[in-house]
């Protein structure tokens, strides 16, 4: 099913903490049957290793990436504007 506007499609998503990225947590939420996660992190810890640690440990896992977002500037008004922080 295609998505649009950032809807998933009627896949079951959860949101999960980059600490909670562990094969027993991936198991249980496969066995609930969550197709996609989306993970939640500062802008502080979005290093391009870090978020490449967190892709490839993913990887093989059945459990597809919805998105990765940084939580402290999500709702950002500055940052939606693209205003001087």
């Given at each position: 099913m295609e998505s649009f506007d950032g809807s998933t499609g009627g896949r079951i998503l959860v949101n999960i903490g980059p600490q909670e990225l562990n094969q027993e947590r991936l198991d249980f939420l496969m066995s609930l049957g969550v197709e996609a996660?989306?993970?939640?992190?500062?802008?502080?810890?979005?290093?391009?290793?870090?978020?490449?640690?967190?892709?490839?440990?993913?990887?093989?896992?059945?459990?597809?990436?919805?998105?990765?977002?940084?939580?402290n500037v999500y709702n950002s008004t500055s940052a939606a504007l693209d205003l001087p922080q």
């Open positions: 996660i989306e993970i939640r992190l500062s802008s502080n810890e979005a290093s391009r290793e870090y978020l490449e640690k967190i892709i490839d440990g993913l990887k093989g896992t059945g459990l597809e990436l919805h998105e990765i977002m940084l939580e």
